[in-house]
């Protein structure tokens, strides 16, 4: 809600001229109150949550039928069906109306607590690109210590196990978890934001990224063209995919964005011992394809 009725009284309370973008933001909420504009967060998880995955079913029907996009498939001998893909979808959708959902209707007191706002200024992109990063940095740590915990015997058995189900992750089953775990990684989620609050177009923007960035960890592929490459120490799909592939007994590859903590804390280990046992096998089979071929 904006305490100014007019744009003219905004300007005077601004002492300048709103922006373009400004204006927009007081056409569209000025009447509206702050926990109806918190609550946009449900139908944006649930546009991220249903389309975003959706380029990436495509691309697992059109390999299974032709072989397509098989060199870029982290583990290529797995194929989801379109049922399967469907069944998954069906179980988050579940999970989004019975806990998420709700979970936003009721944990506005916390957004109020913290003093997220929603009126003018709006911040300016740097601002916003400052606070994402540090979100990000936030969750990624608090997440590592976390899902630590959820590897433990009993975390493991009554709770994380659910997520493990697919030891070869699809995109859809990036929020696929048991509820427990859906409100306990709410606490990582939120925590950078408490400690940086800014505004509520920032806030949305953390909650859709957060959830963008699980779905390309959890898409199964590994496409060189990612954006997501050019960011330092980025884990991405191979590094998660990873930590699926190993399954229950995984100690490694916690981290849900960035690679140094489990690079700090030693828990990478095994996944680099792979990935260099791989590149080794990968370079004496192309030497030894390269020698039948000269003969
Ligand atoms: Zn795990
Ligand atoms: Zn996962």
Same mark, same amino acid.
């Given at each position: 809600?904006?305490?100014?009725?007019?744009?003219?009284?905004?300007?005077?309370?601004?002492?300048?001229?709103?922006?373009?973008?400004?204006?927009?933001?007081?056409?569209?909420?000025?009447?509206?109150?702050?926990?109806?504009?918190?609550?946009?967060?449900?139908?944006?998880?649930?546009?991220?949550?249903?389309?975003?995955?959706?380029?990436?079913?495509?691309?697992?029907?059109?390999?299974?039928? %032709?072989?397509?996009?098989?060199?870029?498939?982290?583990?290529?001998?797995?194929?989801?069906?379109?049922?399967?893909?469907?069944?998954? #979808?069906?179980?988050?959708?579940?999970?989004?109306?019975?806990?998420?959902?709700?979970? *936003?209707?009721?944990?506005?007191?916390?957004?109020?607590?913290?003093?997220?706002?929603?009126?003018?200024?709006?911040?300016?992109? %740097?601002?916003?690109?400052? *606070?994402?990063?540090? #979100?990000?940095?936030?969750?990624?740590?608090?997440? #590592?210590?976390?899902?630590?915990?959820?590897?433990?015997?009993?975390?493991?058995?009554?709770?994380?196990?659910?997520?493990?189900?697919?030891?070869?992750?699809?995109?859809?089953?990036?929020?696929?978890?048991?509820?427990?775990?859906?409100?306990?990684?709410?606490?990582?989620?939120?925590?950078?934001?408490?400690?940086?609050?800014?505004?509520?177009?920032?806030?949305?923007?953390?909650?859709?990224?957060?959830?963008?960035?699980?779905?390309?960890?959890?898409?199964?592929?590994?496409?060189?063209?990612?954006?997501?490459?050019?960011?330092?120490?980025?884990?991405?799909?191979?590094?998660?995919?990873?930590?699926?592939?190993?399954?229950?007994?995984?100690?490694?590859?916690?981290?849900?964005?960035?690679?140094?903590?489990?690079?700090?804390?030693?828990?990478?280990?095994?996944?680099?011992?792979?990935?260099?046992?791989?590149?080794?096998?990968?370079? %004496?089979?192309?030497? %030894?394809?390269?020698?039948?071929?000269?003969?």
């Amino acid at each position: 809600m904006i305490p100014y009725a007019t744009i003219e009284e905004a300007s005077i309370a601004l002492g300048r001229n709103l922006t373009s973008l400004e204006t927009l933001w007081f056409d569209y909420s000025a009447t509206k109150s702050d926990y109806y504009l918190y609550c946009h967060n449900i139908l944006f998880l649930f546009l991220v949550f249903s389309l975003v995955p959706l380029p990436l079913v495509f691309v697992e029907l059109a390999r299974s039928a %032709s072989g397509w996009f098989d060199s870029y498939k982290i583990q290529p001998k797995v194929h989801y069906s379109l049922s399967d893909m469907l069944k998954c #979808y069906i179980d988050v959708m579940k999970m989004f109306i019975f806990v998420v959902g709700p979970l *936003q209707l009721v944990s506005y007191p916390s957004i109020q607590l913290i003093g997220i706002r929603s009126g003018l200024p709006l911040p300016s992109l %740097s601002e916003i690109v400052a *606070q994402l990063i540090v #979100y990000l940095m936030v969750e990624d740590y608090t997440n #590592y210590w976390v899902h630590r915990f959820f590897h433990s015997k009993w975390g493991y058995e009554k709770i994380h196990r659910v997520h493990h189900e697919y030891t070869a992750p699809i995109g859809y089953a990036a929020p696929y978890a048991h509820w427990a775990e859906v409100l306990i990684l709410g606490i990582p989620t939120f925590m950078g934001p408490a400690i940086a609050p800014g505004h509520m177009i920032t806030f949305w923007l953390w909650i859709a990224l957060r959830q963008l960035e699980a779905i390309e960890t959890h898409s199964g592929y590994d496409f060189p063209w990612s954006p997501t490459k050019y960011i330092p120490f980025y884990g991405g799909a191979e590094y998660h995919d990873y930590h699926h592939y190993v399954g229950g007994q995984s100690q490694s590859n916690f981290a849900s964005v960035f690679t140094y903590c489990d690079y700090i804390y030693g828990t990478d280990k095994g996944y680099r011992f792979q990935k260099k046992l791989l590149e080794q096998i990968k370079e %004496s089979s192309k030497k %030894s394809n390269g020698g039948i071929k000269s003969d």
